[in-house]
């Protein structure tokens, strides 16, 4: 059988809906594809099996008659149904088939005797029943089941020798509380470290679904209005939330136990630590390898630079020998040549007309022949035949020589003049200054400091105005000292002035105190005398300690360098230990010096 369908008109495009997925059997596949449960915990499908017969209820008739419907809250509700072995394994069909049981066997209409006991049992099983029979009510009260051990085993020699025995049980009864119903058991001895690790990943990140709504103190439905049920909320609340934060407390300490006692990880650690030690010996022993490795390369390139070395200093032996070789044969043809030009010219009686000409003609020979070079020398030989025209030539080489001769002549006498001239304008100028033009003058360069206009003019007219040995001071003078008294090493003007103050003060204080001492009885003059040469040696020895060497300078550089200014107050405590000769303020006013030079320097610049 064939259809036909017609198509009318045209069909829409299509479009994207995004579908929300929902609904209870949607939940369940979700639950069963991450072997999730539900929110509250616990397992719907275990709920609805049937673990119970009726051979497996037991009536505890003395314990039921003891019981008072008051006290319900406090009482045993699995013991009361008569199922205390199954507890939180019970089903929500065993409770209905244990209560069923219960009424048909405890019923106050089939009593023979106390009626009133009777009551109060029927009662208490009743209450036990609305408790158990809801899901949230038996987990409620399976939260706080007083049958459960929330003991946590110490850590002890005995639990560590026992641990398999001691905490698996543990583990195993606790695993009830677990949102997740694939719940990793401890395992044995012989599980891998992979393994380990996952069953300690899902304790501590174990997510329970205890709660203890059970053990609220503020009954809620006893409130009188809105807002007193509202604060009985909040009562409950907060101490359920306690009670769970003592919970999770109590399994991290169970866990944090269990890791410590547990063999495994003793073992896991050792062979850590052991294969640890074993990769640092064999980087050791590669390093070892490498360094032998990098001094046999090092050995060999040095023999073989030696090598070279050798072979070097051989060829340039060698070819020193050779050039002294052609040395002392260009010598030789040379000395030759210079002996036939001089018999030539001794033949021809020194070219002279007149015998007082003699000497000075064999002075000037002499002079000549070491200038000549030996292609000279061969020019002169080539034509020693010819007289006239070796006589020419020798005339032009001598008139060459004495010419250059007077030139140079010339030229270091004028130079000799100027250096003369240079020293004998300085000595005049520094012979102007004395002791206070010189103090004058470096209160005067503090006074006009560099960017001054005219400033060496300026201090040149200062100078003159208050001098008292010279007023003829001009700017080539001034300028003149200020350089020479820079050029000299560690004596600029400030320390010039300085020192030259502390001496004037100390020979002030000196005639002072020898003043005072000849008029309180007086010395004798031998004794004035020597206090007077231990004063000079003093001195000598405190101008010693004032002038820096050659090396106190470099160790002062060489701390500038090692300890810079971000080192902090410290810097100059650890500069005057580095250079050991010297304290802390000398190092500092030394620097300080320095820098005033430098300065001064580029300002002349």
Sequence with gaps: MTFTVDIRGSLSPPT????YPFGSAYFDYQCSRYNLVDAEGGDDSEDEKEHLSESDIVIDVKYIKSLEAKDWKDQDHYRVLGIPNLRVKASTKDVKKAYKYMVLKCHPDKSQGNTKVDEEAFTCIQKAYEQLCVIDGKRAYDSVDPEFDDDVPNITEHNKQNFYKVFGIIIENNAQWSMNKNVPTLGTEIDEIDYVNDFYNFWYDFKSWR??????????DKADCKEERRY??????????????EEMTRMRQLVDNCYACDPRIKAFNEDRKKRKIE??????????QEQEALRLQKEEEER?????????????KEKADAEKVERQKQNK???GERKKVRDCVKNNNYFCTKDDNIVKSMENLDLLLQALTIDDFRKLNAINKNVDQFTKLYNSFMTSHLEAQETKTKENLVKAKQSQDLHKDQSISSDKFSTQDIALLVKAVKIHPPGTVNRWNTIADYLNQHSTVCSTYVSKDIIQKVKNLQSREGDDLKSKTNEQAYNNFENSQKSRIGDGVNAVGGLSTKDTMNST??????DKEKKKKLAWSAEEQKLLEEGLKKFPQSVGPQRWDNIAKLVATRSKKDCMRRYKDLVEQIK?????Q
Excluded: G, H, M, P
Excluded at 211 to 220: A, C, H, I, N, V
Excluded at 600 to 604: E, Q, V
């Design 16 to 19: 994207t809906a995004f579908v």
């Design 211 to 220: 709660e203890y709504s059970y053990l609220d103190e503020e009954e809620r």
């Design 232 to 245: 009985l909320d909040k009562l409950n609340k907060q101490e359920r939330i306690r009670r769970k934060k």
């Design 279 to 288: 990769a640092k010996l064999a980087k050791q022993e590669a390093y070892k």
């Design 304 to 316: 073989i630079r030696q090598e070279e070395e050798q072979k070097r200093i051989q060829l340039e």
């Design 333 to 335: 043809l040379l000395k």
């Design 533 to 538: 040469l231990i004063d000079d040696k003093k």
């Design 600 to 604: 001064a320097k580029k300002a002349k």
